[in-house]
Nanobody
Framework: QVQLVESGGGLVQAGGPLGLSCAAS????????MAWYRQAPGKQRDLVAT???????NYADSVKGRFTISRDNAKNTVYLQMNSLKPEDTAVYYC????????????????WGQGTLVTVSS
């Protein structure tokens, strides 16, 4: 069974840093695009950052210059380093990955992590 397991959420003071990680496990042919999303209470889930297997990166305007997404293809893991955190960054953060399955990678699974809560106090 393929799954994404996140870690690293918690409580942090405004202005502080926090790092998240998300590892894909199971029988995987290859992990393609990976991303982080977040969902604040009462709001929709929004894209935070994306990274392709070749490390092409995009960020939401709200996190540019503060957050850094990276990945380790050998470990099927994506990271999100968050600096200069603000109270409005408080949300449940979800990782997402496009995972190729099967002997030849002929199937694609749109996988989601269980979410990890990040709370930024003012």
């Amino acid at each position: 069974q393929v799954q994404l397991v996140e870690s690293g959420g918690g409580l942090v003071q405004a202005g502080g840093p926090l790092g998240l990680s998300c590892a894909a496990s199971g029988t995987i042919f290859r992990v393609n695009d990976m991303a982080w999303y977040r969902q604040a209470p009462g709001k929709q889930r929004d894209l935070v950052a994306t990274i392709t297997r070749g490390a092409n990166i995009n960020y939401a305007d709200s996190v540019k210059g503060r957050f850094t997404i990276s990945r380790d293809n050998a470990k099927n893991t994506v990271y999100l380093q968050m600096n200069s955190l603000k109270p409005e960054d408080t949300a449940v953060y979800y990782c997402n990955a496009q995972i190729r399955l099967g002997v030849l990678g002929q199937r694609v699974l749109d996988a989601w992590g269980q979410g990890t809560l990040v709370t930024v106090s003012s």
